[in-house]
């Protein structure tokens, strides 16, 4: 199946928002979506089949010189089909060509993205303690969580 990578558009945010909600305890909301469409230097991007069915998205900010990935995350039932790959990579090819290097932070507990990261050339190069709060989820509490930050040097 043909899967392409292109800036996500406003019409594209509810299923971008269905997907994070699917994948994340605190999920962005659409309307954390949609301030990235206008937000100066973010970036927004939907991975979409043939039929414009939404895959997954990535989010992030980029520079003159850095980029930022914020969040990705793939439908569950497309998970495991190299969707996630894509999606990194299509958001390196978005990036000013004097972009030097991508950082991002990740869940120490989350082995599957730190495998994906790992995979496309990210390198863990510090841990920030604690960096996710405790969540309450009905009632559910998901303890603080300390964050491995990883980056990939393009140049
Ligand atoms: C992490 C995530 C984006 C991966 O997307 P994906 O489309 O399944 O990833 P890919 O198919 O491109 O997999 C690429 C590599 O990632 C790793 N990987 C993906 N899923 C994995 C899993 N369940 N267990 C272990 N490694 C996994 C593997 O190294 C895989 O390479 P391989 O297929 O050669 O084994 C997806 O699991 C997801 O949306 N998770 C929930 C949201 C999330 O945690 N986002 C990251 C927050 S920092």
Not at 44 to 70: P, R
Not at 100 to 120: D, F, G, H, M
Request: glycine residues 10%; contains cysteine; proline residues 4%.
């Amino acid at each position: 199946m043909k899967i392409s990578i292109t800036k996500a558009l406003l019409a594209d945010i509810h299923r971008i928002a269905e997907i994070a909600a699917q994948s994340f305890p605190d999920p962005w909301t659409e309307k954390g979506f949609s301030d990235e469409l206008t937000r100066k230097g973010a970036l927004l991007l939907a991975a979409k089949d043939e039929s414009g069915n939404i895959l997954g998205y990535i989010t992030g900010d980029a520079d003159e010189s850095f980029g930022y990935i914020a969040s990705v995350a793939v439908a569950i039932f497309a998970r495991g089909h190299g969707v996630g790959t894509l999606l990194l990579k299509g958001f390196e090819k978005m990036l000013p060509p004097s972009v030097c290097k991508i950082t991002l932070e990740v869940r120490e507990s989350n082995s599957p993205a730190i495998s994906l990261y790992a995979k496309n050339g990210y390198k863990q190069i510090g841990i920030r303690k604690n960096f996710y709060g405790e969540i309450n989820i009905n009632g559910m509490l998901i303890p603080r969580e300390n964050a491995i930050v990883m980056e990939r040097i393009i140049k």
